[in-house]
């Protein structure tokens, strides 16, 4: 059986995007980590990156008609600098010029091991990759938890005795993909001519799902995407055991009377987002769940954002886990969790009057300026306590990023750097320097990242240890995503510290709510069982038990709160407050 991860005509029928792909995946067969896609406009001369035995491997891929010369070799190797690599890699698939070969023997007299791999070499790595998942040759980072393993047991189970579909909810951190993974291993095994089909509603974030399901695949197993960057030939299409696709290019196709290849299995990412026209119209055609491709669904919020249910598509999910019965059950890391109240302005309360206030009215009241020194303060608190601290601080702007890892930096407790993509005024962080500083991170050179608008989702660096929140989301998914960073468990990873200085009358209502999730009993009989995770406010670094207990009487219904937007007028507060029993000694 010959390998699928690279052939002729993946190499003659696909995009440029979709071969720089196939070279990540073949470096990720071949025992490499930390392996990241960076090639886009701005990458300075770098496409792929990775590290393996300690040196990292910097890989220029040029899907070009004719032969490579030597202008992409001094490219190479300037790139190579930048990205401070050790070993440069030029992929071809055309090969090379005969001069670049007489400057790949010159630069091996220099000591400098440029690589130069064409399609022949390509297949020849492939070769040698081993066919195996890596999934089932690291099991100790790949290993099912057991009500993962659950889970993919009642898909399993859904599909034998003839179900249409299966649901999975799983909170943000616990792996959801991971199962439909595993699920679609097991169903290759038992259909092993099946075709896939995995829609989601975002370019990007079919882009994510195809490197999450690499890792589960055997090298005979191809993959392709399909969405607004990339439209694989009819050919290729039907030829791939994986088609990972936006559902608004296919719907699209369509309208436009492009027939669809045969899926037996649909994996629908985010389901929650079902009903809408795209949607409708492809797993109408597939009759995806009604009879036709076996329907799949993951999501970590069941509910649809017009407020109606998915019984349409699922008759119940198969395994249903939100994110307090994770931290409660020991599926995601414990989380000591520390609101500060120190910038609320406790004495401005006696100025509202009436009963009906917005939470724009109110985050104007409440709360004083900024305090950018404290937040270091407490950060470096938090650093001491953790082994081997590993933060994100998520941070409103640009340049309240770029000072805050200019204190962390002035105090040398570890190396911190700023990241973002582009800031509304066209702000741009360069390529370069975003991958670069990725990289850095996931090998440990950077202790801090300051993000600004990425990490929300995407990057997975599971012994992050420290998150802490300097900016305001309005946007519970978002906030999740945030918090998710941290979530997941790693070796020598006890728990994760969170540090939340937002704010914002609505994040107060999150943190009270979540707490009273926490210490709820957890079975009809009242038993609770204590864990590591709970959340605390503070107030000059001291418990803040009467701040915490005055503003959950104050808040009242907490979900109400927290899904408040900005000039709703739901929130209701006590006519007379009289806050000497507040104030601070």
């Not at 070993?87 to 440029?114: E, H, T």
């Not at 994770?326 to 401005?348: H, I, Q, S």
């Not at 953790?386 to 890892?405: L, M, S, W, Y």
């Not at 800031?423 to 500083?437: D, F, I, Q, T, Y």
């Amino acid at each position: 059986m010959a390998q699928r991860i690279v052939s002729d005509l993946l190499l003659s029928g696909t995009s440029w995007q979709a071969f720089e792909r196939m070279v990540m995946r073949l470096v990720l067969a071949r025992g490499f980590e930390h392996v990241r896609l960076a090639g886009t406009s701005g990458d300075g001369g770098a496409d792929v990156i990775a590290t393996k035995s300690g040196k990292r491997w910097l890989f220029q891929v040029k899907r070009w008609r004719t032969a490579v010369g030597p202008e992409v070799v001094a490219e190479t190797l300037a790139a190579t600098r930048r990205y401070e690599a050790d070993i440069p890699v030029i992929v071809s698939k055309s090969g090379f010029a005969p001069a670049v070969l007489q400057q790949q023997r010159q630069l091996l007299a220099q000591g400098i091991k440029l690589q130069l791999w064409d399609s022949r070499k390509l297949i020849k790595q492939a070769e040698l990759a081993e066919p195996e998942p890596i999934a089932q040759r690291c099991l100790d980072n790949y290993e099912l938890r057991n009500y993962q393993s659950d889970a993919v047991d009642r898909m399993m189970g859904e599909l034998v005795r003839g179900a249409r579909s299966a649901l999975v909810v799983l909170a943000t951190g616990l792996g959801k993909t991971f199962v439909a993974a595993e699920f679609y291993r097991r169903f290759s095994l038992l259909r092993p001519t099946s075709k896939t089909l995995v829609l989601a509603h975002r370019n990007e974030l079919v882009y994510q799902l195809e490197r999450s399901f690499w890792p589960m695949l055997s090298t005979f197993q191809s993959t392709g995407v399909w969405n607004g960057y990339e439209r694989p030939d009819f050919d290729v299409l039907r030829d791939l055991d994986l088609v990972f696709a936006c559902v608004d290019s296919v719907a699209s196709s369509l309208e436009s009377g492009r027939a669809l290849p045969h899926f037996d299995l649909v994996i629908v990412d985010e389901c929650h987002h079902l009903g809408t026209l795209a949607y409708n119209s492809v797993l109408g055609e597939l009759s995806a769940g009604d009879g036709g491709a076996f329907l799949v669904g993951m999501t970590a919020t069941p509910w649809r954002p017009n407020g109606s249910a998915l019984g349409k598509w699922f008759d119940h999910p198969v395994v249903n886990i939100d994110l307090v019965r994770g931290l409660r059950e020991g599926y995601l890391a414990n989380v000591d969790y520390r609101m500060y109240t120190d910038n609320v302005n406790w004495e401005a309360l006696q100025e509202l009057h009436g009963d009906q206030f917005s939470p724009r009215r109110i985050n104007r009241t409440l709360f004083v300026d900024e305090w950018d020194d404290a937040v270091v303060q407490r950060l470096t608190e938090a650093w001491k306590e953790q082994t081997n601290p590993r933060a994100i601080v998520f941070c409103g702007t640009i340049d309240h990023a770029e000072k805050t890892a200019a204190r962390i930096n002035a105090l040398a407790i570890t190396r911190a750097q700023a990241i973002y993509s582009r800031s509304a005024s066209g702000r741009a962080m360069k390529p370069v320097e975003r991958n670069k500083a990725l990289w850095d991170f996931a090998e440990g050179r950077i202790g801090v990242l300051c993000a600004v608008d990425v990490l929300n989702e995407g990057v997975d660096v599971p012994d992050v240890n420290i998150v802490v929140f300097q900016r305001v989301t309005h946007s519970r998914r978002i906030f999740v995503q945030q918090l998710g960073r941290g979530l997941r468990l790693a070796r020598g990873k006890d728990r994760v510290i969170v540090l939340d200085f937002v704010s914002d009358i609505r994040r107060f209502a999150a943190g009270l709510d979540l707490h009273s999730s926490l210490e709820a009993p957890q079975s009809r009989s009242g038993s609770r069982v204590k864990l590591g995770s709970k959340v605390t406010f503070f107030h000059a670094n001291e418990e803040d038990k009467p701040g915490a207990q005055f503003l959950r009487e104050w808040l009242g219904d907490l979900k109400a709160v927290e899904e408040a937007g900005e000039d709703v007028h739901i929130l209701r507060y006590p006519p007379e407050y009289d806050h000497s029993d507040f104030r601070r000694g």
